[in-house]
């Protein structure tokens, strides 16, 4: 499978007008694809549709969430992004996390692998045209049918962590996104994707891997080491990312911070993030090394890998520099040639 570079959109700082001529400079520069995230700033969807009618990219949600949309509405929403790019777009979902379910849109986090499979059984139908009637676990659905469903088929790529929703990916998805790994985490995760696509019938060959990459483009500093220690902090105290990281063997190394955080003490569960899990987990560094940290990636099985950019840079048109200044030195058509052997 062709590797691709993409851009993870809404880029911070930039308001949504401003993505077209953004969109359109990075796809000269090379980037292929655009996938949205949504978590308490812009829907997932508004972006990929500025996006697609200013390029030919193709664009994904990286995520759609099961929970805050109903099954129906779900379909609605892929069904006009598919009219935006006929062909180009990719339904990425995903069950998000305890805070935004239940905290902030009042829903109920509960059998999240079930639910992700379940809707996308629905949605294979209702964006097929069906007409559908469906009793499921965790949600029913009686006599829906789009009006104006995609003339295309619209991938349905599955977002996962652990084994479950892995599995779930290889058995019912054409692609899976990981995110907050390592590259040398990629490998433990696809296995898991593939063997249950085979033993589903399917070619495990087939599922597309695809990964959003956190990239710190700021300078060595103690401030902006204190800022990805935060981030890392914020993130990893998450229920299903803490259950992640400890799947992915990193309990003993951030049980410290995890207790820190739990005695209530934040500072020092800032403190007590190690400086390999950081290294691990977030690239950063010079534009050489950050090229080469996502190249790794990429070798690890990443087929896709979205950038996602951040600068602890507070001032706003400094702000915007430094992310156009990284968006265009990370480009595909700016990186080196590979060494052909001779």
């Given at each position: 499978?062709?590797k691709?570079?993409a851009?993870?959109?809404?880029?911070d700082?930039?308001?949504?007008?401003?993505?077209?001529?953004?969109?359109?400079?990075?796809?000269?520069?090379?980037?292929?694809?655009?996938?949205?995230l949504e978590?308490?700033?812009?829907?997932?969807?508004?972006?990929l549709?500025?996006v697609?009618?200013?390029?030919?990219m193709?664009?994904?949600?990286?995520?759609?969430?099961?929970?805050?949309?109903?099954?129906?509405?779900?379909?609605?929403?892929?069904?006009?992004i598919?009219?935006?790019?006929?062909g180009?777009?990719?339904?990425?979902i995903g069950?998000?996390?305890?805070?935004?379910?239940?905290?902030?849109?009042g829903?109920?986090?509960?059998?999240?692998?079930?639910?992700v499979?379940?809707?996308?059984?629905?949605?294979?139908?209702a964006?097929g045209?069906?007409?559908?009637?469906?009793?499921?676990?965790?949600?029913?659905?009686?006599g829906?049918?789009?009006?104006?469903?995609?003339?295309?088929?619209?991938?349905?790529?599955?977002?996962?962590l652990?084994?479950?929703?892995l599995?779930?990916?290889?058995e019912v998805?054409?692609?899976?996104?990981?995110n907050?790994?390592s590259?040398?985490?990629?490998?433990k995760?696809?296995?898991?994707?593939r063997?249950a696509?085979?033993k589903?019938?399917r070619d495990?060959a087939?599922?597309?891997?695809?990964?959003?990459?956190l990239?710190n483009?700021?300078p060595?500093?103690?401030q902006s080491?204190?800022?990805?220690?935060?981030?890392?902090?914020?993130?990893?105290?998450?229920?299903?990312?803490r259950?992640?990281?400890?799947?992915?063997?990193?309990?003993?190394?951030?049980?410290p911070?995890?207790n820190?955080?739990q005695?209530g003490d934040?500072k020092a569960a800032v403190?007590?993030?190690?400086?390999?899990?950081?290294?691990?987990?977030?690239?950063?560094?010079?534009?050489?090394?950050?090229r080469?940290?996502?190249q790794?990636?990429?070798?690890?099985?990443?087929?896709?890998a979205?950038?996602?950019l951040?600068?602890?840079?507070?001032?706003?048109a400094?702000?915007?520099?430094?992310?156009?200044?990284?968006?265009?030195?990370?480009a595909?058509?700016t990186?080196?040639?590979?060494?052909?052997?001779?």
């Amino acid at each position: 499978m062709i590797k691709r570079l993409a851009l993870s959109v809404p880029l911070d700082g930039f308001p949504l007008a401003e993505h077209a001529a953004i969109a359109r400079e990075a796809e000269r520069l090379g980037y292929v694809d655009a996938w949205s995230l949504e978590a308490d700033g812009i829907d997932c969807f508004a972006p990929l549709a500025v996006v697609g009618a200013a390029t030919s990219m193709r664009l994904g949600t990286a995520i759609a969430n099961v929970f805050t949309r109903g099954p129906a509405t779900l379909a609605m929403c892929a069904a006009g992004i598919a009219e935006v790019a006929p062909g180009r777009f990719c339904l990425g979902i995903g069950s998000g996390s305890q805070p935004i379910v239940e905290s902030w849109n009042g829903g109920v986090f509960s059998r999240p692998a079930t639910r992700v499979r379940e809707t996308a059984q629905f949605l294979r139908r209702a964006l097929g045209g069906e007409r559908v009637v469906f009793r499921g676990k965790t949600f029913s659905v009686d006599g829906f049918r789009l009006s104006r469903p995609p003339e295309h088929p619209i991938p349905i790529y599955v977002a996962a962590l652990r084994p479950g929703m892995l599995r779930v990916a290889g058995e019912v998805g054409d692609g899976v996104i990981v995110n907050w790994l390592s590259a040398d985490d990629v490998p433990k995760s696809i296995a898991v994707c593939r063997e249950a696509a085979g033993k589903a019938g399917r070619d495990p060959a087939a599922l597309e891997i695809t990964a959003r990459l956190l990239i710190n483009v700021d300078p060595p500093s103690p401030q902006s080491e204190l800022a990805v220690r935060r981030h890392l902090t914020a993130y990893l105290n998450v229920p299903v990312y803490r259950a992640f990281q400890e799947w992915l063997g990193r309990g003993e190394a951030l049980g410290p911070m995890w207790n820190a955080w739990q005695s209530g003490d934040r500072k020092a569960a800032v403190t007590a993030v190690p400086e390999k899990v950081m290294n691990d987990l977030i690239i950063r560094g010079t534009m050489d090394t950050i090229r080469a940290h996502v190249q790794r990636y990429l070798d690890a099985g990443v087929d896709t890998a979205f950038l996602a950019l951040s600068t602890l840079e507070q001032d706003p048109a400094r702000r915007r520099a430094i992310q156009l200044d990284a968006l265009r030195a990370l480009a595909p058509a700016t990186r080196p040639a590979p060494t052909r052997p001779r």
